[in-house]
């Protein structure tokens, strides 16, 4: 049975004045999979997490979530589609002023009727998947840098989307945290089979948790499919950006 796509980018270009950032870039997002996207600092990542979420249009080309282009629909219809992605930022993004369950409610607060009571059983059940139930009243400041990036996630999970996207979750921890954040991706996926985008650096935790992986090379994706196809691909891109070499075609 063939694979399912839930996001596609179909030959998207997106420059910001001069910089060019993507350029004829296609990629496709497998429902029910993890997807991790690696590529050099400033290679357009987290660009790409934006254009799937439609907080950007690119310049040419389209970008489908479900089969419909999130680059020529209406904002209402935007706003439908919206509602099945979440997108967990890099540095979680909580307010400072709100404890973490006030943080992690605000996305059904916002956008739904629920009364309080079950918004807060559903807060509940987010930071219980994430293992932050004890931390309900806890304000941010108090939590240390891998609890804030969970704590993230229970805001992404908060709405049941079908569709995740984590902008680099595990950057600025420690290897402890980096597996915790890893194991919960992984845990996060498994218990709502829903679909996950992850930029990351993080190799160790990349192999442990995608199930494809894509490489983002001078605004266009240079090696995408299963895994360990890529890991084996003889491009010599890509080889010397998993080896971690100086010596190479990737410019240093």
């Known amino acids: 049975m063939p694979e399912r796509v839930i996001a596609r980018l179909e030959d998207v270009s997106l420059a910001f004045g001069e910089r060019v950032v993507l350029k004829n870039c296609s990629l496709d997002i497998v429902e029910g999979a993890i997807t ?49 992605i979440s997108l967990s930022f890099q540095f979680a993004a909580l307010l400072d002023s709100l404890t973490l369950g006030q943080n992690v409610s605000l996305p059904l607060v916002e956008n739904t009727r629920m009364a309080g009571a079950a918004i807060a059983k559903v807060v509940d059940k987010a930071l219980d998947a994430v293992g932050l139930q004890y931390a309900y009243d806890n304000l941010p400041a108090e939590l240390s840098g891998g609890m804030l990036k969970r704590a993230g996630f229970a805001r992404a999970i908060v709405t049941d989307p079908e569709l995740i996207l984590y902008d680099e979750p595990t950057t600025g921890l420690d290897p402890i945290s980096v597996h915790m954040i890893t194991k919960t991706i992984m845990r996060l996926r498994e218990r709502s089979s829903g679909t996950a985008v992850v930029t990351s650096h993080d190799l160790p935790s990349i192999y442990m948790m995608a199930d494809y992986m894509a490489m983002l090379f001078e605004g266009a994706i240079i090696a995408y499919g299963p895994c360990d196809d890529v890991r084996k691909s003889q491009n010599p891109i890509v080889q010397q950006f998993l080896a971690g070499e100086e010596a190479g075609p990737i410019p240093i």
């Open 36 to 84: 991790c996207i690696v590529g050099l600092s400033g290679a357009g990542k987290s660009t790409i997490l934006r254009l799937i979420d439609g907080l950007i249009k690119p310049s040419t080309g389209h970008v489908y979530v479900r089969d419909q282009d999130v680059c020529h629909t209406s904002e209402r219809e935007l706003n439908k589609i919206r509602r099945s």
